[in-house]
Protein backbone atom coordinates (compact mmCIF):
# COMPACT_ATOMS: atom_id res chain seq x y z
CA UNK A 1 0.00 0.00 0.00
CA UNK A 2 1.04 3.30 -0.94
CA UNK A 3 2.62 5.63 2.14
CA UNK A 4 0.71 8.71 2.38
CA UNK A 5 3.56 11.42 3.70
CA UNK A 6 2.76 14.91 5.54
CA UNK A 7 3.92 17.54 2.72
CA UNK A 8 3.58 16.10 0.21
CA UNK A 9 1.18 16.54 -2.60
CA UNK A 10 -1.23 14.45 -3.98
CA UNK A 11 -4.39 14.41 -6.89
CA UNK A 12 -7.41 13.17 -5.65
CA UNK A 13 -11.23 12.91 -6.44
CA UNK A 14 -13.49 13.63 -3.51
CA UNK A 15 -15.83 11.06 -3.12
CA UNK A 16 -18.11 11.68 0.48
CA UNK A 17 -18.16 14.02 3.11
CA UNK A 18 -18.14 13.02 6.92
CA UNK A 19 -20.94 14.55 9.32
CA UNK A 20 -19.06 17.76 9.89
CA UNK A 21 -18.64 18.05 6.26
CA UNK A 22 -14.85 17.85 5.49
CA UNK A 23 -14.75 16.47 2.29
CA UNK A 24 -13.32 12.92 2.32
CA UNK A 25 -11.19 11.01 -0.55
CA UNK A 26 -9.25 7.77 -0.76
CA UNK A 27 -6.12 6.73 -1.95
CA UNK A 28 -5.54 2.98 -2.12
CA UNK A 29 -8.47 2.92 0.39
CA UNK A 30 -6.84 5.15 2.35
CA UNK A 31 -9.22 7.72 3.25
CA UNK A 32 -8.15 11.64 3.45
CA UNK A 33 -10.19 14.24 4.95
CA UNK A 34 -10.22 17.69 3.29
CA UNK A 35 -11.76 21.00 3.99
CA UNK A 36 -13.37 23.03 1.92
CA UNK A 37 -13.76 20.21 -0.11
CA UNK A 38 -17.49 18.57 -2.28
CA UNK A 39 -17.99 15.06 -3.87
CA UNK A 40 -17.03 14.74 -7.30
CA UNK A 41 -14.45 18.00 -7.41
CA UNK A 42 -10.99 16.79 -8.57
CA UNK A 43 -8.65 18.51 -6.24
CA UNK A 44 -4.86 18.92 -5.76
CA UNK A 45 -3.96 18.60 -1.63
CA UNK A 46 -1.20 19.25 0.86
CA UNK A 47 -0.76 16.50 3.33
CA UNK A 48 -1.01 18.61 6.57
CA UNK A 49 -1.45 15.66 8.89
CA UNK A 50 -1.08 12.09 8.88
CA UNK A 51 -1.92 9.21 11.28
CA UNK A 52 -2.07 4.98 11.25
CA UNK A 53 -5.80 5.51 9.77
CA UNK A 54 -6.59 8.28 8.19
CA UNK A 55 -4.91 11.86 7.19
CA UNK A 56 -5.54 15.40 6.59
CA UNK A 57 -5.08 17.54 3.66
CA UNK A 58 -6.33 20.96 2.30
CA UNK A 59 -7.03 21.80 -1.16
CA UNK A 60 -4.18 23.84 -3.24
CA UNK A 61 -6.32 23.77 -6.76
CA UNK A 62 -9.11 22.32 -8.03
CA UNK A 63 -9.34 21.12 -12.10
CA UNK A 64 -13.47 20.54 -11.14
CA UNK A 65 -15.41 21.94 -9.24
CA UNK A 66 -19.15 21.04 -7.57
CA UNK A 67 -21.96 22.22 -8.96
CA UNK A 68 -23.34 22.54 -5.12
CA UNK A 69 -20.79 24.83 -4.34
CA UNK A 70 -20.67 28.53 -3.62
CA UNK A 71 -18.30 31.62 -2.99
CA UNK A 72 -17.30 31.68 0.64
CA UNK A 73 -17.39 34.65 2.39
CA UNK A 74 -14.94 34.29 4.45
CA UNK A 75 -11.95 31.63 4.72
CA UNK A 76 -11.67 32.26 8.27
CA UNK A 77 -15.56 31.56 8.89
CA UNK A 78 -13.97 28.12 7.96
CA UNK A 79 -10.75 27.44 9.62
CA UNK A 80 -12.47 28.57 12.64
CA UNK A 81 -14.98 25.83 12.50
CA UNK A 82 -18.34 29.39 12.78
CA UNK A 83 -19.46 28.49 9.43
CA UNK A 84 -18.08 25.41 8.57
CA UNK A 85 -20.77 24.31 5.71
CA UNK A 86 -20.61 27.92 4.01
CA UNK A 87 -19.48 26.44 0.67
CA UNK A 88 -22.32 24.73 0.15
CA UNK A 89 -25.12 26.05 -1.36
CA UNK A 90 -27.67 25.96 0.98
CA UNK A 91 -30.30 23.52 -0.54
CA UNK A 92 -27.24 20.85 -0.19
CA UNK A 93 -26.76 21.68 3.05
CA UNK A 94 -30.78 20.52 3.89
CA UNK A 95 -29.88 17.40 2.05
CA UNK A 96 -26.78 16.76 3.98
CA UNK A 97 -28.66 16.74 7.20
CA UNK A 98 -31.12 15.07 6.08
CA UNK A 99 -28.79 12.22 4.89
CA UNK A 100 -26.67 12.73 8.34
CA UNK A 101 -30.05 11.77 10.26
CA UNK A 102 -30.77 8.73 7.43
CA UNK A 103 -27.24 7.41 8.05
CA UNK A 104 -27.56 7.15 12.10
CA UNK A 105 -31.17 5.77 12.28
CA UNK A 106 -29.75 2.80 9.99
CA UNK A 107 -26.56 2.65 11.05
CA UNK A 108 -27.08 3.55 15.12
CA UNK A 109 -30.77 2.56 15.55
CA UNK A 110 -30.90 0.71 13.23
CA UNK A 111 -33.94 1.54 12.09
CA UNK A 112 -34.12 2.41 8.17
CA UNK A 113 -37.52 1.40 7.50
CA UNK A 114 -38.50 4.72 9.84
CA UNK A 115 -39.16 7.73 7.48
CA UNK A 116 -36.35 10.76 7.78
CA UNK A 117 -38.75 13.83 6.47
CA UNK A 118 -37.56 16.83 4.36
CA UNK A 119 -35.19 19.56 6.60
CA UNK A 120 -36.84 22.17 7.36
CA UNK A 121 -34.63 25.26 6.85
CA UNK A 122 -34.72 29.11 6.51
CA UNK A 123 -35.28 31.87 3.66
CA UNK A 124 -32.17 33.73 4.99
CA UNK A 125 -30.00 30.95 6.84
CA UNK A 126 -27.57 33.60 7.74
CA UNK A 127 -27.58 36.54 10.71
CA UNK A 128 -29.77 34.40 13.11
CA UNK A 129 -27.72 33.73 15.89
CA UNK A 130 -29.33 35.41 19.26
CA UNK A 131 -26.61 35.08 21.38
CA UNK A 132 -22.40 34.92 20.51
CA UNK A 133 -19.85 34.27 23.18
CA UNK A 134 -16.57 35.20 21.51
CA UNK A 135 -13.22 34.72 23.88
CA UNK A 136 -10.81 37.82 24.84
CA UNK A 137 -7.45 37.55 23.94
CA UNK A 138 -4.36 39.71 23.48
CA UNK A 139 -2.87 39.94 19.89
CA UNK A 140 -0.31 42.88 18.92
CA UNK A 141 -0.49 44.32 22.20
CA UNK A 142 -4.16 45.14 21.92
CA UNK A 143 -7.32 43.77 23.45
CA UNK A 144 -8.86 41.39 20.46
CA UNK A 145 -12.21 39.55 19.73
CA UNK A 146 -12.40 36.42 16.99
CA UNK A 147 -12.78 33.17 17.43
CA UNK A 148 -10.17 30.15 17.63
CA UNK A 149 -8.38 28.51 14.68
CA UNK A 150 -10.10 24.90 14.89
CA UNK A 151 -8.06 22.64 17.06
CA UNK A 152 -5.37 25.22 18.01
CA UNK A 153 -4.93 28.09 20.11
CA UNK A 154 -4.76 30.55 17.89
CA UNK A 155 -7.24 33.61 17.79
CA UNK A 156 -8.45 35.02 14.38
CA UNK A 157 -9.68 38.28 14.62
CA UNK A 158 -12.88 37.95 12.79
CA UNK A 159 -15.49 41.43 12.86
CA UNK A 160 -18.11 39.67 10.80
CA UNK A 161 -19.58 36.13 11.79
CA UNK A 162 -21.98 35.69 8.97
CA UNK A 163 -24.36 33.52 11.35
CA UNK A 164 -24.82 36.11 14.56
CA UNK A 165 -27.23 39.25 14.68
CA UNK A 166 -25.21 41.92 13.35
CA UNK A 167 -26.88 44.12 15.54
CA UNK A 168 -24.43 41.54 17.98
CA UNK A 169 -21.86 41.97 16.02
CA UNK A 170 -21.36 45.32 16.32
CA UNK A 171 -22.05 45.12 20.15
CA UNK A 172 -18.99 43.18 20.18
CA UNK A 173 -16.77 45.67 18.37
CA UNK A 174 -18.01 48.74 20.85
CA UNK A 175 -17.16 46.47 23.91
CA UNK A 176 -14.27 45.42 22.79
CA UNK A 177 -13.12 49.07 21.87
CA UNK A 178 -14.54 50.29 25.39
CA UNK A 179 -12.51 47.63 27.08
CA UNK A 180 -9.06 48.31 25.37
CA UNK A 181 -9.62 52.37 26.12
CA UNK A 182 -10.21 51.79 30.29
CA UNK A 183 -7.18 49.42 30.06
CA UNK A 184 -8.73 45.60 30.63
CA UNK A 185 -5.87 42.71 30.70
CA UNK A 186 -7.31 40.16 28.46
CA UNK A 187 -7.26 36.67 29.79
CA UNK A 188 -4.06 34.67 29.44
CA UNK A 189 -4.81 30.91 28.25
CA UNK A 190 -1.89 29.07 28.82
CA UNK A 191 -0.32 31.04 31.70
CA UNK A 192 -3.90 31.38 33.30
CA UNK A 193 -3.71 35.14 34.08
CA UNK A 194 -4.97 38.17 33.03
CA UNK A 195 -8.33 39.44 33.69
CA UNK A 196 -11.14 38.94 30.93
CA UNK A 197 -11.91 35.78 28.97
CA UNK A 198 -15.05 36.01 27.18
CA UNK A 199 -18.13 38.59 25.66
CA UNK A 200 -21.10 36.88 25.59
CA UNK A 201 -23.92 38.88 24.22
CA UNK A 202 -27.87 37.85 23.98
CA UNK A 203 -30.04 40.02 22.17
CA UNK A 204 -34.07 39.35 21.84
CA UNK A 205 -35.24 38.34 18.40
CA UNK A 206 -38.10 40.88 18.99
CA UNK A 207 -37.24 42.42 21.90
CA UNK A 208 -34.06 43.52 20.99
CA UNK A 209 -33.02 43.75 24.55
CA UNK A 210 -29.28 43.09 24.95
CA UNK A 211 -27.50 41.39 27.90
CA UNK A 212 -23.81 41.76 27.75
CA UNK A 213 -21.73 39.58 29.85
CA UNK A 214 -17.83 39.96 30.78
CA UNK A 215 -16.89 36.76 31.93
CA UNK A 216 -13.66 37.23 34.29
CA UNK A 217 -10.74 35.47 35.72
CA UNK A 218 -11.36 36.87 39.02
CA UNK A 219 -14.07 38.43 41.40
CA UNK A 220 -12.22 42.24 41.73
CA UNK A 221 -13.68 44.66 38.92
CA UNK A 222 -12.11 47.76 38.85
CA UNK A 223 -14.05 50.45 37.38
CA UNK A 224 -16.74 47.68 36.20
CA UNK A 225 -19.44 49.82 36.94
CA UNK A 226 -18.55 52.86 34.69
CA UNK A 227 -17.74 50.29 32.04
CA UNK A 228 -21.13 49.29 32.34
CA UNK A 229 -22.11 52.56 32.46
CA UNK A 230 -19.97 52.93 29.18
CA UNK A 231 -21.90 49.87 27.69
CA UNK A 232 -25.23 50.98 28.12
CA UNK A 233 -24.45 54.57 27.14
CA UNK A 234 -22.89 53.59 23.78
CA UNK A 235 -25.45 50.95 23.03
CA UNK A 236 -28.66 51.35 24.01
CA UNK A 237 -30.14 48.24 23.58
CA UNK A 238 -28.35 47.07 27.29
CA UNK A 239 -30.89 46.55 29.45
CA UNK A 240 -28.55 44.10 31.65
CA UNK A 241 -24.77 44.23 32.18
CA UNK A 242 -23.61 41.14 34.04
CA UNK A 243 -20.19 39.81 35.56
CA UNK A 244 -19.44 36.43 35.32
CA UNK A 245 -16.59 34.99 37.46
CA UNK A 246 -15.05 31.81 36.08
CA UNK A 247 -11.42 31.58 38.09
CA UNK A 248 -10.64 27.82 36.97
CA UNK A 249 -8.23 26.79 33.83
CA UNK A 250 -10.67 25.20 31.71
CA UNK A 251 -12.57 25.48 28.22
CA UNK A 252 -16.13 25.34 29.94
CA UNK A 253 -16.95 29.39 28.80
CA UNK A 254 -18.97 30.43 32.15
CA UNK A 255 -18.15 29.99 36.30
CA UNK A 256 -21.37 29.61 38.88
CA UNK A 257 -21.08 33.53 39.74
CA UNK A 258 -22.91 35.67 38.30
CA UNK A 259 -22.72 39.58 39.94
CA UNK A 260 -24.82 42.54 37.92
CA UNK A 261 -23.32 45.84 36.92
CA UNK A 262 -25.69 47.41 35.75
CA UNK A 263 -29.54 47.41 34.74
CA UNK A 264 -31.88 44.16 34.89
CA UNK A 265 -30.48 40.69 36.11
CA UNK A 266 -32.47 39.09 32.98
CA UNK A 267 -33.92 40.15 29.13
CA UNK A 268 -37.52 39.31 27.89
CA UNK A 269 -38.38 37.82 24.44
CA UNK A 270 -41.11 36.45 22.92
CA UNK A 271 -41.75 33.02 21.63
CA UNK A 272 -45.15 32.31 19.72
CA UNK A 273 -46.47 35.91 21.22
CA UNK A 274 -45.45 34.70 24.53
CA UNK A 275 -42.74 36.45 26.91
CA UNK A 276 -39.86 34.68 28.59
CA UNK A 277 -37.70 35.98 31.32
CA UNK A 278 -34.24 34.87 30.18
CA UNK A 279 -30.88 34.53 32.99
CA UNK A 280 -27.47 34.74 31.75
CA UNK A 281 -27.17 30.59 31.95
CA UNK A 282 -30.61 30.11 31.03
CA UNK A 283 -30.52 27.56 27.82
CA UNK A 284 -32.50 29.65 25.28
CA UNK A 285 -32.33 28.52 21.76
CA UNK A 286 -29.80 30.43 19.50
CA UNK A 287 -32.21 30.39 16.30
CA UNK A 288 -35.86 32.06 17.36
CA UNK A 289 -36.86 31.61 13.80
CA UNK A 290 -36.30 28.41 13.45
CA UNK A 291 -36.92 27.70 16.83
CA UNK A 292 -40.67 28.33 16.45
CA UNK A 293 -40.45 25.94 13.52
CA UNK A 294 -39.16 23.09 15.84
CA UNK A 295 -41.51 23.39 18.55
CA UNK A 296 -44.47 23.39 16.19
CA UNK A 297 -43.54 20.64 14.50
CA UNK A 298 -43.36 19.12 17.92
CA UNK A 299 -46.53 20.15 19.11
CA UNK A 300 -48.58 18.67 15.91
CA UNK A 301 -46.35 15.43 16.52
CA UNK A 302 -47.52 15.01 20.02
CA UNK A 303 -51.40 15.18 18.74
CA UNK A 304 -52.14 16.84 22.14
CA UNK A 305 -56.09 16.82 23.62
CA UNK A 306 -57.64 19.01 26.34
CA UNK A 307 -57.76 15.86 28.64
CA UNK A 308 -53.99 15.04 28.23
CA UNK A 309 -51.29 15.40 31.14
CA UNK A 310 -47.69 16.35 29.63
CA UNK A 311 -44.35 16.06 31.29
CA UNK A 312 -41.77 18.71 29.74
CA UNK A 313 -38.42 17.20 30.93
CA UNK A 314 -35.58 19.21 30.53
CA UNK A 315 -37.79 21.61 30.81
CA UNK A 316 -35.26 24.60 30.52
CA UNK A 317 -37.29 28.54 31.45
CA UNK A 318 -40.80 26.49 29.96
CA UNK A 319 -40.41 27.30 26.29
CA UNK A 320 -41.73 24.40 24.90
CA UNK A 321 -44.49 23.22 27.91
CA UNK A 322 -45.51 26.69 27.73
CA UNK A 323 -46.49 26.95 24.10
CA UNK A 324 -49.09 24.16 24.77
CA UNK A 325 -50.57 24.47 27.82
CA UNK A 326 -53.52 26.15 26.85
CA UNK A 327 -53.96 22.99 24.94
CA UNK A 328 -53.96 20.33 27.48
CA UNK A 329 -55.24 19.67 31.08
CA UNK A 330 -51.36 20.08 33.37
CA UNK A 331 -47.78 20.15 31.87
CA UNK A 332 -45.38 19.15 34.69
CA UNK A 333 -41.97 20.79 33.79
CA UNK A 334 -38.39 19.38 35.63
CA UNK A 335 -34.77 21.15 35.13
CA UNK A 336 -31.35 20.35 37.18
CA UNK A 337 -30.94 24.02 36.72
CA UNK A 338 -32.29 26.25 39.95
CA UNK A 339 -32.15 29.38 37.75
CA UNK A 340 -33.73 27.97 35.01
CA UNK A 341 -36.63 26.90 37.03
CA UNK A 342 -37.35 30.00 38.29
CA UNK A 343 -37.46 31.86 34.98
CA UNK A 344 -40.01 29.23 34.26
CA UNK A 345 -42.39 29.96 36.88
CA UNK A 346 -41.59 33.62 36.36
CA UNK A 347 -42.51 32.85 32.76
CA UNK A 348 -45.78 31.14 33.31
CA UNK A 349 -46.66 33.31 35.89
CA UNK A 350 -46.34 36.47 33.76
CA UNK A 351 -48.15 34.49 30.55
CA UNK A 352 -51.06 33.77 32.83
CA UNK A 353 -50.23 29.99 32.71
CA UNK A 354 -51.75 28.53 35.67
CA UNK A 355 -52.43 24.61 34.62
CA UNK A 356 -48.14 23.87 35.13
CA UNK A 357 -46.25 22.85 37.88
CA UNK A 358 -42.31 23.45 37.65
CA UNK A 359 -39.67 21.00 39.98
CA UNK A 360 -35.75 21.24 40.39
CA UNK A 361 -34.01 17.77 40.15
CA UNK A 362 -33.18 15.17 37.62
CA UNK A 363 -36.01 14.30 35.49
CA UNK A 364 -35.89 10.31 36.04
CA UNK A 365 -35.98 10.86 39.79
CA UNK A 366 -38.73 13.29 39.71
CA UNK A 367 -40.71 11.88 37.44
CA UNK A 368 -40.65 8.41 40.05
CA UNK A 369 -41.96 11.12 42.74
CA UNK A 370 -44.32 12.00 40.33
CA UNK A 371 -45.65 8.65 39.24
CA UNK A 372 -45.94 7.74 43.22
CA UNK A 373 -48.12 11.01 43.60
CA UNK A 374 -50.38 9.12 40.56
CA UNK A 375 -49.44 11.61 37.80
CA UNK A 376 -49.72 9.62 34.58
CA UNK A 377 -48.40 11.26 31.63
CA UNK A 378 -50.67 10.99 28.17
CA UNK A 379 -47.07 12.68 26.79
CA UNK A 380 -43.64 13.22 27.58
CA UNK A 381 -41.58 16.00 25.97
CA UNK A 382 -38.02 15.57 25.92
CA UNK A 383 -35.42 17.66 24.86
CA UNK A 384 -31.80 17.15 26.12
CA UNK A 385 -28.16 18.19 25.48
CA UNK A 386 -26.24 16.52 23.42
CA UNK A 387 -24.94 13.75 25.28
CA UNK A 388 -28.81 12.33 25.03
CA UNK A 389 -30.82 10.38 27.72
CA UNK A 390 -29.50 8.27 30.32
CA UNK A 391 -30.69 4.68 30.89
CA UNK A 392 -32.19 5.87 34.16
CA UNK A 393 -34.40 8.22 32.22
CA UNK A 394 -35.30 6.06 29.65
CA UNK A 395 -36.18 3.29 31.95
CA UNK A 396 -38.31 6.10 33.94
CA UNK A 397 -40.38 7.34 31.11
CA UNK A 398 -41.07 3.84 29.35
CA UNK A 399 -42.49 2.61 33.35
CA UNK A 400 -44.95 5.45 33.26
CA UNK A 401 -46.34 4.49 30.06
CA UNK A 402 -47.46 7.46 28.25
CA UNK A 403 -49.50 7.34 24.87
CA UNK A 404 -46.43 9.12 23.03
CA UNK A 405 -43.14 10.50 23.69
CA UNK A 406 -42.14 13.11 21.61
CA UNK A 407 -37.75 13.42 21.66
CA UNK A 408 -35.82 16.82 20.35
CA UNK A 409 -32.73 16.53 19.51
CA UNK A 410 -29.57 18.22 18.99
CA UNK A 411 -27.77 15.13 17.93
CA UNK A 412 -28.56 12.94 15.85
CA UNK A 413 -26.06 10.06 17.06
CA UNK A 414 -27.10 9.82 20.59
CA UNK A 415 -30.60 9.98 19.47
CA UNK A 416 -30.96 7.16 17.12
CA UNK A 417 -28.53 5.28 19.96
CA UNK A 418 -31.65 6.29 22.65
CA UNK A 419 -34.28 5.28 19.81
CA UNK A 420 -32.98 1.85 19.57
CA UNK A 421 -33.41 1.62 23.54
CA UNK A 422 -36.41 2.90 23.48
CA UNK A 423 -37.80 0.33 21.17
CA UNK A 424 -36.23 -2.63 23.37
CA UNK A 425 -38.53 -1.35 25.64
CA UNK A 426 -42.13 -1.33 23.33
CA UNK A 427 -42.42 2.50 21.98
CA UNK A 428 -41.80 2.49 18.30
CA UNK A 429 -40.34 5.45 16.09
CA UNK A 430 -42.74 6.75 13.59
CA UNK A 431 -41.27 9.79 11.86
CA UNK A 432 -38.27 11.85 11.81
CA UNK A 433 -38.34 15.74 11.28
CA UNK A 434 -35.09 17.38 11.17
CA UNK A 435 -35.23 21.26 11.89
CA UNK A 436 -31.93 23.25 10.40
CA UNK A 437 -31.46 25.54 13.56
CA UNK A 438 -27.83 25.37 12.82
CA UNK A 439 -27.52 26.82 9.01
CA UNK A 440 -24.12 26.95 8.01
CA UNK A 441 -22.55 24.49 10.73
CA UNK A 442 -23.36 20.85 10.49
CA UNK A 443 -25.31 20.58 13.50
CA UNK A 444 -28.84 19.47 12.86
CA UNK A 445 -32.25 19.33 15.41
CA UNK A 446 -34.50 16.63 15.01
CA UNK A 447 -38.29 15.96 16.32
CA UNK A 448 -38.85 12.45 16.47
CA UNK A 449 -42.73 10.64 17.73
CA UNK A 450 -42.63 7.65 19.43
CA UNK A 451 -45.61 5.63 19.90
CA UNK A 452 -46.38 2.56 22.63
CA UNK A 453 -46.09 -0.70 20.42
CA UNK A 454 -49.54 -3.05 19.70
Not at 208 to 216: G, Q, S
Request: charged letters at 25%; one cysteine or more.
Amino acid sequence: MKTIEKNQTYNVTIDDLTHEGLGVAHIERFPIFIENALPDEDVEILIVKTGKKFAYGKVLQRSTESTNRTPVKDMDLLRSGIAPLSHMKYDYQLDFKEEQVKRVMNKIAHMPDVPVLPTIGMAEPYAYRNKAQIPVRKLNDELATGFYRKNSHELLPIEDYFIQDPEIDKAILVVRDILQRFKIKPYNEEENTGFLRHIIIRRGHYSHEMMVILVTRTVKFFQGSRIAEAIQSELPETVSVIQNVNSEKTNVIMGKEDILLAGKETIEDQLFGRTYRISPQSFYQVNTEQAEKLYRTAIDFAQLKPEDVVIDAYCGIGTIGLSFAEQVKHVYGVEVVPQAIEDAQYNAQVNGLENVTYQIGKAEKVMKQWEQLGIKPDVIFVDPPRKGLAEEFIQASAELNPDRIVYISCNPATLARDLERFGELGYQAEKVQPVDLFPQTYHIEAVVLLTKAV
